[in-house]
């Protein structure tokens, strides 16, 4: 369904070190970006796969990051430890929290998640699908 999600960042290594604390966890891993003129980059994709893909970006327009109202990237985990373990290297690494790691009753039996900001106040929802199963 998706290409890619990009989400803006006002310090890139700061956000490297947040999104490989979280996304390492769930099998994600950094890839190179190639230079295509724009701001500098980072991208995490899912090994063996070339897509879909999820890039922290300095804004192009040269203006500060700033979070979206109502926005919010989810990631999906393959079991609640990965929940739990991406939630914990999150805060570690500079995140806070939206929402302790749990059950999610109210959005399917089975389902547990847990939110987190990255650093510059991107919301992120780590989800393991249990409902789905």
């Not at 803006?8 to 290594?13: A, E, F, I, K, R």
Request: hydrophobic share 35%; proline share 8%; glycine share 14%.
């Amino acid at each position: 369904m998706f290409s890619h999600i990009t989400v803006g960042v006002s310090n890139l290594d700061k956000a490297a070190e947040f999104y490989d604390a979280i996304l390492l966890p769930l099998g994600l891993t950094q890839r190179p970006v190639t230079p295509d003129g724009g701001p500098a980059a980072r991208c995490w994709i899912k090994p063996g796969l070339t897509l879909p893909r999820f890039y922290a970006y300095e804004p192009y327009n040269g203006q500060p990051a700033s979070a979206g109202n109502g926005s919010m990237v989810a990631f999906t985990a393959d079991n609640e430890n990965q929940v739990l373990a991406a939630y914990a290297a999150g805060l570690a690494a500079g995140g806070s929290t939206e929402g302790e790691p749990g059950e999610r009753a109210n959005y399917g039996k089975g389902y547990f998640g847990a939110y987190l900001r990255d650093p510059d106040g991107n919301k992120i929802h780590l989800a393991y699908r249990g409902d789905l199963l």
